[in-house]
């Protein structure tokens, strides 16, 4: 797949100054795209862009940006309104765990605000140019924990099971007006923070030996692979035993079941609109 001709000259990468987010920067740009690398912490997000310049020859712009902050989409949206953003990597993650009744509201609603709202937002904005244009590519970070309920983080899994079901919707939208959208489940990464000062020695070690974890370079090149096969859902490398058990446990049922009906529903609600929405929304 030729990224630049298939999606569009930039990437957008939100999230780009550490771990998934700079992996999918520095490999979209090894595959020819330009990058805009966004996260709160400029001194990483330039570190990153020289790297990423010095390595594959493509441009790059830094923006540094709180997207909690009002109005903080609206600034990205000005800060690249001469470029096209051909590819949006949502890697949007604000990871708070304890049980709901000891968790403070404030810290709740930071979290769905970061995981749900500011992706939907950035979509918002970013998405219907591409439309217009017949051509780009949403991934959107989710997490492979959605598929169940955990006792001590049911906020945040709330937030990451919203982004599957909101990606692959949006799979069965775009993907008739030529626009790739894909969700990817992450597990444990290493050397993310969380990874390195939540887990005990004895825990990282024993989630490396059943596949609990692996190298954010990893992850990112598995999903890459998956998303320019368009799968809607994105399981980084089933060779890893808990993604491969994940699976065995019916993932791809559900996946093919899920793909099954988006499609099938955006049928039955073509038959029930007028023919500007199904010639708008469908694309017929």
């Given at each position: 797949?030729d ?8 990437a957008?990468v ?7 987010g700079?992996?999918f ?7 020819g ?18 790297d ?5 020859g ?5 923006v540094?940006?709180d ?10 949206v000005t800060a690249?309104?001469d ?6 990597v949502?890697n949007a993650?604000?990871h708070k765990v304890n049980l709901?009744?000891?968790m403070d509201?404030d ?5 769905i605000?970061?995981?749900?709202e500011v992706?939907?937002?950035?979509v ?10 017949g051509?780009g590519g949403v991934i959107?970070?989710s997490?492979?924990n ?10 945040f ?6 982004i ?7 799979w ?5 007006r ?6 990817t ?15 005990s020695?004895?825990?990282?070690m ?8 692996m190298?954010?370079?990893?992850i990112v090149?598995s999903?890459?692979?998956?998303f320019?096969?368009?799968y809607?859902?994105l ?6 035993p ?6 065995q446990?019916?993932?791809?049922v559900?996946?093919?079941?899920s793909?099954?009906?988006t499609l099938?529903?955006s049928?039955?609600?073509?038959l029930l609109l007028?023919?500007d ?8």
């Open positions: 797949m990224y630049p001709v298939s999606l569009g000259s930039y957008l939100i999230g780009a100054s550490t771990t998934i700079e992996q920067a520095r490999q979209v740009a090894a595959k795209m330009n990058v805009v690398l966004v996260a709160r912490r400029k001194e990483e997000l330039e570190r990153v862009a020289r990423i310049r010095a390595a594959h493509v441009q790059t712009r830094v540094a940006l997207l909690m902050q009002d109005g903080a989409v609206d600034q990205l690249v309104a470029i096209e953003v051909g590819l949006l949502v993650n604000l709901f009744d000891k509201l810290t709740k609603l930071r979290m605000r970061m995981n749900t992706p939907v937002r950035l918002h904005a970013f998405g219907p140019p591409m439309l217009e244009r051509r959107l970070v997490s492979l959605c598929l169940s309920p955990l006792e001590i983080d049911s906020v899994q709330g937030t990451k099971a919203f599957l079901l909101f990606g692959e919707s949006l069965a939208e775009y993907r008739r030529g626009v790739k959208v894909a969700v489940l992450v597990n444990g990464i290493e050397g993310s923070e969380s990874y390195e000062k939540k887990l020695p004895r825990s990282r024993v989630a490396k030996l059943i596949g609990g974890s190298p954010p370079e990893r090149s999903s890459l692979l998956q320019e096969r368009d809607p859902v399981v980084p490398d089933f060779t890893v808990i993604n491969r058990s994940a699976v446990l019916g993932l791809l559900r996946m093919a079941k793909r099954a009906l099938g529903a049928g039955l609600f073509g007028d023919g929405e199904v010639q708008a929304g469908l694309g017929r």
